[in-house]
Every structure is written in C-alpha cells, then in structure tokens.
C-alpha cells in the first residue's frame, strides 16, 4: 500500500498569502518558486510528481516543505548569511576621511583618488566607491560670499521685509547696474562633438568694439523693468536714471528703493531732500545677492547677451532694449522664497559633514 504524501497545515490567511507570492511579478522568482512548492504540497500529491511539475528535485521539494511546517511563510525567506568578511569597513572610512582632512601630497593644490588611495596604500577603486557613497566631489567647486557687515541681520531683515511685506500705498523697486557690457565679435554657430553631439559654438578669437552700461529698476510687485543704458557710469548718470524712473511712477506714494553700497548709490542726501516720498534701503556688504534685480540680471545674460556676437555697441543697446521689451509681455513679479538669511558661511570639514 502506497505511502500517503504529508500535507502541512496551513490557515487561510497564509494561503492567500501564499497564492499572492506565487502569481507576483515583483517578488523574487525564488520565493515565488518556494511558493508554489508549497501549495502544491498543500494539495497532496506526491513529492516527485511536484517535482517533475515544477522542475526542481524531489529534495528541494522536501526541504522548502519542512521549513514551511516549522517557520511558516518566514521560513520560505532566506536566512541571514555572514558573507564576505570587510575589506573596507568604517575604519577604512575613518582613515579616508581623515586623509582628505589633512593637507595633500607634495605637488598637488589638493587631494584626489589616486593620491588618496597611494597615501592610504589602498586601491583606488575602493577610495571611489567611498567618495561617490559618501557624496564627496573632490573636483567640484562652489564659491560663496561672506558678508561681514556687523548690521547684516537688521539690513537684512530691512530688505527682505520689503519684499515680503512692503508698507502699504507703497512702492518697492530694486535697482542696480550692470556695468561694462562688452561688444564682443565673434563667428557662432553649431559644432558637432567626438561624441557626436552638436552644441553651441564660437570661435575663440574675438573683436572689442567697447562696452556698455544697463542701468535697471525692477518693480518688485510686478515684475516689471525699467532700464537705461549709458557709456559711463557715475553718480551724474545714476540720479537721472532715478529722475526717470521716479517721473513714469505714481506722486502720491513711497517709493523704496533697494540698492547695494557701491560708491554712486551713497552720498545722495541732497536728492533725498528733493524727493522725500522716496527711500534708500541699502543691502547688508558683500551681499548684493539680497537686490532681487540680479535675478533679472541673470536672465537678461542667459537670453540675450551670452554667446551673442556684436559688431558695435549700438547693437548691444538693441538687443537690451528687443529683450526688455518681449520680456514687458509677460513680466512676472519674482517670490522671495528663501526663509533664513545668513551672514556668513558655516566652515565645516568633511569628517562633521559626514558624521
């Protein structure tokens, strides 16, 4: 009389389970595999028939069966496995990161791999993989600007109080210049690439047919700009472009007016005195990057005036004056989003950023 094949026992929660594991497209192919062994066990036929059906031996039948019975569905998941001991643990991450702490090799300006992984006498290729885990660029860059007003918090809060919540019936505007805008010539066009990619190209020798002066005022509320542009750039010019700008708005309302600390933009009282319904807000040193117009600035030489090729400054002028006006259509006031302003830069090393 044949032997009758065992059947585990099984509630009808792990069954459904089971049947999800076995049609799943995302599990491991392994665990579905596992099972379907064991709902074919559960049906009760015999162990060499599941094994042929689903082709594997009849022991690995018996052996996923067993584990079922004493571990249930955690005893079809695979066991924890000491693997491979570390080569490269947390103390070689110590040692690296404190390698690129300390000043680098004779004849280098600062560390790379290779002299890393020479110094550490490890492999490169290890030194690598913990610099792209860790997320340390060793050929990347970032400059910053350190401003050390002693009044930077008040100045600051001044200027970005202004953009957030101007005084009412009033009129905020940002006003700077960008000085020496050359009328380069140049032949441009399209190159392709060794790697067959086609970008943009120009020759590396040029033509200088003087520069240009853009002095600019953004409505804050707006967006919209008003600009001049002139061949010199002193205190003369900077009052009338003011004169301009404070004619084309409304007499009966403040107008602040943002400006950094170059030279022209102080020593002004007498104008002020003339015109007391208008405001000089001046921006913390060494933090003209609080004046929103330079974000306009920003778009203008990234639309307009880089990689362009002039024959004369009169076409600068033309082109600043084409960009500002099909910009006016669709002028759009900027939003201040950054929420906390600092004064300087935290001076961390790579070891407190890392930890």
Not at 215 to 236: D, N, P, S
Request: glycine share 8%; aromatic share 8%; with cysteine.
């Amino acid at each position: 009389m044949p032997k009758k094949p065992f059947v585990p026992v099984c509630s009808e929660a792990d069954h459904r389970q089971l049947e999800a594991l076995a049609r799943s497209r995302t599990t491991e192919v392994r665990l579905a595999q596992r099972a379907k062994i064991v709902l074919e066990c559960l049906k009760g036929g015999p162990v060499n028939r599941i094994a042929r059906r689903l082709n594997v031996r009849p022991n690995t039948v018996i052996d996923w069966r067993q584990r079922f019975v004493r571990g249930g569905l955690a005893g079809l998941r695979d066991r924890p496995r000491s693997g491979k001991p570390v080569t490269y643990g947390a103390d070689f991450r110590r040692r690296v990161l404190e390698t690129l702490e300390g000043p680098p090799p004779p004849g280098q300006a600062c560390w790379d791999g290779p002299a890393a992984a020479r110094r550490l006498g490890a492999s490169v290729h290890a030194v690598w993989r913990l610099l792209r885990k860790e997320a340390i660029c060793l050929s990347r860059q970032r400059s910053w600007c350190v401003s050390t007003d002693p009044e930077f918090v008040v100045k600051a809060a001044d200027i970005v109080g202004l953009y957030l919540n101007p005084p009412g019936n009033a009129l905020v505007i940002s006003v700077d210049e960008k000085p020496s805008i050359q009328a380069l010539e140049r032949a441009v066009g399209y190159v392709q690439t060794d790697s067959g990619q086609i970008v943009r190209g120009f020759k590396s020798t040029y033509k200088r047919h003087g520069t240009l002066n853009l002095f600019t005022a953004l409505e804050v509320a707006t967006g919209a700009i008003h600009a001049r542009t002139t061949t010199l750039k002193r205190r003369i010019e900077f009052l009338e472009f003011i004169d301009q700008v404070v004619a084309g708005l409304p007499g009966d309302r403040e107008i602040h007016v943002i400006l950094d600390n170059y030279c022209i933009h102080k020593r002004n009282d007498g104008w002020l005195a003339a015109h007391p319904n208008v405001f000089f807000h001046f921006t913390p040193t060494s933090a003209s990057w609080l004046n929103m117009v330079e974000v306009w600035f920003g778009i203008l030489s990234r639309k307009a005036l880089r990689g362009a090729s002039f024959r004369n400054v009169q076409e600068v002028r033309q082109a600043i004056e084409a960009f500002i006006a099909v910009y006016g259509e669709t002028a759009k006031p900027f939003v201040w989003r950054k929420r906390e302003v600092k004064g300087s830069q935290p001076r961390n090393t790579i070891v407190n950023l890392r930890n």
